[in-house]
C-alpha cells in the first residue's frame, strides 16, 4: 500500500473539465526532486552527468525539466536527435547509442556534434566510407559476453544482446580509432534491465573501470568518460524496497577510488543514461471505468488499453492501480481490469484486488512515466492520448494534445474524405 497517487479524485475531477481522460500526467515536482537526488548521489564525481533516455518519454517540456535540472539527453536515432536539437541541447549534451545505425543518423549526429557511441567495430569503417572523418571524441558500447552475474544472481545474459563491441574488439577499435586522429575516448555498457539493487551500477562500474585501466595501458587512449548507460530499475509493486540512489552512488565512489584512482585516471568523468529511474514513477494514466462485466470473471472495462500502456500486454508487467476517491477503502473485489482492443492481452491488471468500482471512477495506473506513452501505438484505431504535466505549482499544462482521427488519416493521400465530416 506504499504507492500513494500525486493526484487526488478532486484534482482528476477538476482536469477532466478539460481534458477527457485517457490522459498520461507526469508530476513536475517528483521529476525534479529526483533529479536533483542523482546529481547528490554523484556530486563526487567532477564531470557527472546524467543523459536522460529520450526514448522513456520522448517529450520536449519533461526534457525542458530534465534541462534546468543539468541533464542531457541519450538519442537513438535520428528523430530522437532532433528532438533534442530542438530543445537546444548542445555538445557535450546530446549522447547518441544507437544500433544497427543507418549512415544518414550518423550524418546528422556529426552534424550536431553528439558524442557518438559505436555499438559495433564494423560502423568504424561504415562510418568512415559513408560519413567521414571521426570527431575528436568517440564512445564504443562493450558487451561482456557470458551472464552477469550479482552474487550469483543471473541479472541477464549479454551474451545473447545483439549490442556492443566484444572486449577484444574494445582494443582494436581504440587503436584504429587513435589511428584515425581520435583523441578522446569514452566507454559504455549497459547490461541489465529494470535492476532491483543498489549493486548493479557499482558491479557494472567495476568492469568498466578495468576495462579503462587495461585499455589506457594497451593502447594509450585518453579515457575521459565512463557511461554506466541504463538499467537503474524501480519497484513496480506497492511491497518492497525502492533502489536507494544515494547507495548507488556511494557503492559507485568506492570502486573507483580503489580502481580508477590509483591508476590515475581519477579525473574521469562518469556518465548515465537513465530512463526508467529518472521518469516512470513520476507518471501516472488516467482512466475511467465505462463498463463492468460479469460473465466467467469479474471485468472493468477502462477507456484506456494497451495501445496506451504495452507493458502489461507485452511482459505481463505489474502495473498498480489506485481507484481515486477509494485509496483508503477495502480491497474486496477481484477483477480483470481490461482495455477495448481486440487482443485479450490487453489488459492493465489480473485477478487483482481492488476496491468495489463503480461506472465512472476514475482509475489511476502508476508508474507510467517512462516507457509509458511512448511505447504506444495505434492498434484497432486508438488513437494515442494527451500527456498533462501537473506543474509545481499545481496548475496543469497540456504538453501534448490528444490525437484526432485526423493524424491517424495523415499518411494516407486521401484527406479530402473528411471533406464535410465534423472530427
Ligand atoms: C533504453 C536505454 C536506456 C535507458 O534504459 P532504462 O532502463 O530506462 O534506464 C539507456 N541507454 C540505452 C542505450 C538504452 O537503450
Known amino acids: 500500500m506504499a504507492k500513494i497517487p500525486f493526484i487526488t479524485k478532486e484534482k482528476i475531477e477538476e482536469i477532466v473539465k478539460t481534458y477527457p481522460t485517457p490522459f498520461h500526467i507526469y508530476d513536475e515536482k517528483g521529476i525534479r526532486e529526483n533529479a536533483r537526488k542523482v546529481y547528490k548521489a554523484f556530486s563526487w564525481n567532477k564531470g ?14 519533461i526534457l525542458q525539466i530534465l534541462k534546468e535540472e543539468g541533464c542531457g539527453t541519450d538519442c537513438a536515432t535520428k528523430v530522437e536527435l ?13 549522447f547518441f547509442s544507437s544500433n544497427v545505425t543507418p549512415a544518414e ?3 546528422y549526429a556529426k552534424e550536431i556534434n553528439a558524442i557518438i557511441n559505436f555499438d559495433d567495430i564494423t560502423h568504424l569503417k561504415y562510418f568512415e566510407e559513408n560519413v ?19 552474487s550469483n544472481s543471473i541479472m541477464d545474459n549479454p551474451q545473447e544482446a545483439k549490442y ?3 572486449r577484444d574488439q574494445l582494443t582494436e577499435g581504440f587503436r584504429y580509432l587513435k589511428s584515425k586522429g581520435v583523441k578522446h575516448f569514452g566507454i559504455h555498457a549497459f547490461l541489465a534491465s529494470n535492476t532491483q539493487t543498489n549493486e548493479y551500477y557499482p ?4 568492469i568498466l573501470f578495468k576495462t579503462a585501466v587495461e585499455l589506457k595501458e594497451e593502447t594509450g587512449a585518453d579515457i575521459r568518460f565512463i557511461n554506466l548507460s541504463g538499467g537503474v530499475g524501480i519497484n513496480y509493486l506497492p511491497e518492497g524496497e525502492q533502489n536507494d540512489i544515494l547507495a548507488i552512488g556511494e557503492g559507485v565512489r568506492k570502486v573507483y577510488e580503489e580502481i580508477l584512482v590509483p591508476a590515475e585516471m581519477g579525473d574521469i568523468a562518469l556518465y548515465t543514461e537513465m530512463g526508467r529511474f529518472m521518469l516512470a514513477p513520476y507518471g ?7 463498463h463492468e462485466k460479469h460473465t466467467y470473471k469479474e471485468y472493468i ?3 484506456a488499453c494497451a495501445a496506451n500502456l504495452m507493458r502489461p500486454a507485452i511482459y505481463g508487467a505489474y502495473h498498480h492501480i489506485t481507484v481515486a476517491g477509494k485509496e483508503d477503502a477495502p480491497c474486496t473485489c477481484k477483477y480483470d481490469v481490461t482495455g477495448g482492443l481486440c487482443e485479450n492481452s490487453d489488459k492493465f491488471a489480473v485477478d487483482r484486488m481492488l476496491p468495489k468500482i463503480d461506472i465512472g471512477d476514475r482509475i489511476i495506473i502508476h508508474d507510467t512515466g517512462a516507457h509509458g506513452f511512448s511505447m504506444g501505438y495505434q492498434y484497432n484505431g486508438k488513437l494515442r492520448s494527451a500527456e498533462l504535466l501537473l506543474c509545481e505549482d499545481g496548475s496543469v499544462k497540456m504538453i501534448r494534445r490528444a490525437e484526432t482521427p485526423k493524424d491517424y488519416f495523415a499518411t494516407f493521400d486521401f484527406t479530402h474524405i473528411f471533406d464535410g465530416i465534423d472530427q
Open 105 to 107: 543518423e550518423y550524418a
Open 48 to 61: 557527472f552527468r546524467e543523459y536522460f533516455a529520450v526514448k522513456a518519454t520522448p517529450n520536449p517540456y
Open 203 to 206: 558491479e557494472l562500474a567495476k
Open 164 to 166: 556492443g563491441f566484444t
Open 82 to 94: 532532433m528532438m533534442a536539437k530542438a530543445c537546444r541541447f548542445e555538445n557535450p549534451y546530446i
Open 284 to 290: 501516472h494514466l488516467v482512466a475511467t471505468a465505462i
Open 301 to 303: 472495462g477502462l477507456d
Open 132 to 150: 567521414g572523418e571521426f570527431p575528436e571524441t568517440v564512445c564504443c558500447r562493450f558487451n561482456t559476453g557470458g551472464v552477469f552475474k550479482i
